[in-house]
Structure formats: C-alpha cells, structure tokens
C-alpha cells in the first residue's frame, strides 16, 4: 500500500491541517496518511486526525522508542554535538523528535512519501511513486547547492567517506522523500552505527540531526537514489522553496515559468508566524494567501481577512532575506 506521511504535534497544527487539506485536494481523499508524533503533546492534531477517516496517528511504541534510541546512540558517538547543544541550551539532544519521521521504515505503508508538516502538495504523487519502482530513495530538491547543511565540511574525514562528486549530486533535503518500508534493515542498521562509531559520526552537521543522518544512511548504504532536480531537463525543474522569486499562482496552485510544481516547502518559517496569520495578523511571508486557503478549505467561513498593514521588522532583515540568508539557497 503506499501512502504519505508527516511529522507533527500541537504547536505546527496550522501546517498540518493546511498539508492534510492539500493532499486531499491534489491526491484525493482516499489517499492514506499517517502522522508521526513529534512527542506527546499531540491532543489537538489528535482530534483533527480523528475526523479524517483515511488520515491515522502513529502509535507503535516499539517503533518509536527504537528510533529514540537508535538516533540517540548515533549521536553519543559525535564528537562535539552534545558539548555543543549544552552550551546552546539544548539538552540533552537536539530536535531529537524530528528524527521520528524514520518510523516511516516501520511504518503501515509499503511505500511511502514524507512531507514536512510546513508543506503544501501542488500536483499529483504518481510520478513520484512510479519512480520507486526503480529506485529506494526519491527526492526533488536543490539541497545539493549547499551541503554544509548537511555535512560538516571542516571534517577531514569526509571526504574519505564520500567522494566530492557524490557530495554535489546526492545529498538531498530531508522535508519531502520518498521511499520504502524495511529499506534499512537491522542488519544494516547495526552496520551504520558501526560505522558511526568508528569515527564516521564526526562528518555529521550537527545542527540539522534528522537531514544528516538520512543523507549519510541513504549515502552510506549505497541503495539507489535518485533527485528529480538533477534528472529532468532543465527547462521542465521547478523550484520548491519558498524563497525563490520565480513561482506564479492560478488556481490554487504555483507555476514555476509554466511548470507545475510538485509542492511548496515553507522552510524556515516559525510556527508561531503561520499561527498569527491564521489568527488574521499580516505577517508577509511569501505564497501566504496560499496557505490560507489550504488552511481553511473546509472551513472558509473562518479564514482571516488579511486587512492590517504588515508590522516592520526594526533593525533586522525582513523575513525573506533571513530565510535565505538561514538556508543558503535561492531556490
């Protein structure tokens, strides 16, 4: 059976309504969906998911507690993480509930795509799933511009695990993938940490736990991958970011110089900017409307009239540039 899948609790539940109504919209609303808790406070979503007979809340404690343990072995053997999220307050690991979204690999479906709560879907998912017929891992995304957010590239060991050229054209963002269930088995799971333990664990960006470790298991595995972004012509890619200049909207739905996009990633953005838009206060952040109208689709009656005059940012970038400036991406 395949299926999409998110990652969410309470405090991104404006997202994942606004994903769960776009999937509806686009892939139907017989489309399963499951929802992996980033931790407990899960009582709102819960009772949006209950209302969606083809939408479920993960609840394989097993799995989840493997996962909990499994990530947090991978980074007891990082050199410097911990020390480093001591001092910046983050104990006794970082986002540990990010790394939640790999009970994908347990998980109800055979075969699966992962969006990020802070996602909108824009077109139809059988293209994507037609490509796991021929591969284990299928992305589309631009993160391959900017590896630091993926590797350390200070470490000297990297290069001795990965090749430059694999580093350029096979990283990947960890916010929309597809791929299968079991496809790391135990076996190779205890490989990796074997692996990881023997000093590979210190070629880990720390700062982004969950998007390092996949790159590193899809890389380090060598099952086969493949990015539409690096693989369609140029003139058919689109973007996915919500910083690049070049999306147009009619329908509901974003264009980049013609083409469909697959979907729209609002990467960092806070939560709390999607709750105050929600709440009828004009934040200003790119492809808002469009959000606004997934988010209330089936509630319109609700949706916000934005009418107040956005509030400045003093003595800070606006909020695109910070974006960009976080991300170190264009597109």
């Known amino acids: 059976m395949d299926g999409i899948c998110t ?6 539940y404006d997202q994942l309504v606004a994903l769960l109504n776009s999937i509806e919209a686009i892939a139907g609303s017989e489309m399963p969906v499951c929802v992996y808790p980033y931790d407990n406070k ?3 979503i819960a009772a949006e998911i209950a209302r969606r007979p083809n939408v479920q809340l993960y609840d394989d404690q097993d799995s989840i507690q493997h996962w909990d343990q499994y990530v947090c072995k991978i980074w007891d053997a990082h050199p410097t993480a911990r020390d480093r999220w001591q001092k910046a307050g983050y104990e006794p690991y970082h986002r540990v509930g990010t790394h939640r979204r790999f009970c994908a690999f347990d998980g109800p479906f055979d075969r699966f795509l992962y969006m990020d709560a802070d996602t909108l879907l824009m077109s139809p998912v059988k293209p994507i799933f037609e490509q796991l017929n021929n591969a284990d891992w299928v992305v589309y995304d631009f993160q391959h511009k ?3 957010h993926v590797y350390d590239l200070s470490s000297k060991k990297l ?7 694999r580093i350029k054209s096979e990283i990947f963002c960890s916010g929309f993938y597809a791929s299968k269930r079991n496809v790391f088995s135990p076996e190779m799971q205890s490989w990796l940490l074997t692996k990881l333990r023997d000093g590979e664990a210190g070629i880990l960006y720390d700062m ?3 998007q390092t470790i996949l790159n590193y298991m899809v890389m380090r595995s060598g099952i086969s991958s493949y990015n539409f972004s690096l693989r369609l012509p140029a003139e058919a890619r689109t973007g996915c970011c919500v910083t690049s200049q070049n999306f147009s909207e009619q329908d509901h739905l974003l264009y980049d110089r ?3 996009l697959t979907y729209i990633h609002y990467i960092g953005l806070k939560s709390k900017h999607f709750a105050r838009l929600c709440q009828g206060e ?4 790119p492809y808002q409307d469009l959000f606004l109208h997934y988010r209330f689709l089936h509630e319109p009656e609700k949706k916000p009239v934005l009418v107040d005059v956005p509030r400045p940012q003093k003595s800070s970038p606006n909020l695109k540039k910070r974006v960009l400036r976080k991300l170190g991406l264009s597109y």
């Open 42 to 44: 899960t009582e709102r």
């Open 159 to 165: 290069k001795q695990v990965f090749p430059q050229e």
């Open 208 to 210: 982004a736990p969950d």
């Open 282 to 285: 004009n934040v200003n952040f």
């Open 146 to 148: 900017d590896p630091s």
């Open 7 to 12: 990652l969410a609790n309470d405090y991104v």
């Open 258 to 260: 013609g083409n469909r």
